[in-house]
């Protein structure tokens, strides 16, 4: 018997709603934040989680697995997407993403902290190299997102010299000041939907719900 599409629902949509009411709250903030292309690739991950639990992880589940270990298999499927999130984010390249800002407000404060770090410092276009940071990256501008990357170019990087670069970037940054977005509002607006719906289906269908929990617990 499926799962309940009530339930399917707030599974689906209850870690997205989250994942866009957090980036638009970021995108109003008066001030940029950085994060790592990790952090930002983990978080992406957990969003679509549920998405993978009524999706792949529900049509593809191991019935001898269901069989023996019951609603336990639900923890061994989670432990084992979490493990894959984790591979692939321990195996990205170098990557910072700055939130809440453009290229233009960027790009100074990019070029003092650089100085700062790496007296060698050599631009090139949108590429930028610190040969005694080990740091070679482009610079990726997404205006309408109001976010701008720096994506590592090349594979000889040094991870440390990224730490470094994300600490003294985060430092500047503190004193930057930025505009509030459309984007921002945009998001937040649509993940207090996708969470207002989720309430509302709760609410509405609150045994369908329960149903949906239990079956999947206790197949």
Same mark, same amino acid.
């Given at each position: 018997m499926p799962i309940p599409d009530a339930w399917h629902l707030c599974v689906a949509f209850g870690p997205l709603g989250i994942y866009f009411l957090l980036l638009g709250l970021l995108n109003l903030s008066r001030r940029p934040f950085i994060t790592t292309g990790a952090r930002d690739a983990a978080a992406l991950g957990v969003a679509v989680a549920g998405f993978v639990v009524?999706?792949?992880?529900?049509?593809?589940m191991p019935l001898s697995a269901l069989d023996r270990?019951?609603?336990?298999?639900?923890?061994? /499927?989670?432990?084992?997407? $979490?493990?894959?999130? *984790?591979?692939?984010?321990?195996?990205m390249r170098p990557r910072l993403v700055i939130y809440n800002t453009d290229l233009d407000s960027l790009r100074p404060i /990019?070029?003092?902290?650089? $100085?700062?770090?790496? *007296?060698e410092v050599r631009w090139a276009g949108d590429s930028l190299v610190m040969p005694r940071m080990g740091v070679r990256l482009n610079i990726e501008a997404h205006p309408a997102a109001r976010n701008v990357q720096l994506v590592s170019a090349g594979m000889r990087q040094d991870y440390l010299g990224w730490r470094q670069l994300e600490f003294a970037l985060a430092e500047s940054l503190r004193e930057a000041p930025a505009g509030r977005s459309y984007y921002g509002a945009t998001l937040a607006m649509l993940g207090v939907l996708m969470l207002g719906c989720i309430a509302w289906w709760m609410a509405s269908s609150p045994s369908e719900v329960a149903q949906g929990l239990d079956q999947m617990l206790h197949p």
């Open positions: 009524i999706g792949p992880m529900e049509l593809f270990f019951g609603g336990y298999v639900w923890l061994l /499927l989670l432990t084992f997407y $979490a493990l894959c999130l *984790s591979l692939t984010v321990l195996t /990019l070029s003092h902290v650089a $100085a700062s770090l790496d *007296s």
